[in-house]
């Protein structure tokens, strides 16, 4: 009992530092160019799902080659499951590679008077005083009345017109979204 209550004090005090690790430097320079306070957060892009996907799609693609190879099958059976392989192969370098190259510098830095929104090197900024609308759409799935997850979107609109989404793309991006309601 003593060992796990340790492991659980550890395990708090990691996510404690990880939560209080300093914001990178362009977050300041930012929020300092926009007039949007002191940065508080950031938001990345989370790749577990990407991961997972990949994985899976190279497993398939094992199977697949693999009834290909067998040689127990007509020769449309084997031409099919090459072109299943190909696009299980094609599947997981997508969300292996691609993905994390696509969305890998993508970032929310949130401040005390707004946020911006970081797509590669295009900058969106958002003070709380400049937001019109937002949106919001929340769904809590279920598979069989099981509970699966939520999904959330949140659309938040300029006074100039300029859109932003945040997804559950982002970790944590929900917080943010929740606070832009405020």
Not at 124 to 144: E, G, K, L
Request: aromatic letters at 14%.
């Amino acid at each position: 009992a003593v060992m796990f209550h340790q492991e659980v004090f550890e395990m708090s005090q990691q996510a404690q530092a990880a939560a209080q690790q300093p914001l990178p430097p362009e977050a300041y320079s930012y929020a300092e160019m926009y007039q949007l306070g002191n940065p508080l957060a950031v938001y990345r892009v989370g790749y577990r799902q990407s991961i997972t996907l990949g994985i899976i799609s190279l497993l398939l693609a094992g199977l697949f080659a693999a009834v290909a190879l067998s040689g127990d099958s007509s020769s449309a059976t084997i031409l099919f499951m090459v072109l299943l392989t190909v696009l299980c192969v094609v599947g997981a370098v997508y969300y292996l590679v691609g993905y994390p190259l696509r969305y890998g510098s993508w970032r929310i830095y949130g401040c005390t008077d707004g946020f911006l929104f970081l797509k590669g090197s295009n900058p969106i900024p958002c003070r709380w005083d400049q937001i019109a609308f937002v949106w919001q759409r929340i769904v809590r799935n279920y598979t069989n009345g099981v509970y699966t997850g939520t999904t959330y979107k949140y659309t938040i609109q300029r006074s100039d017109g300029v859109q932003v989404v945040i997804t559950q793309m982002f970790r944590q991006g929900n917080q943010l979204g929740e606070r832009v309601q405020r």
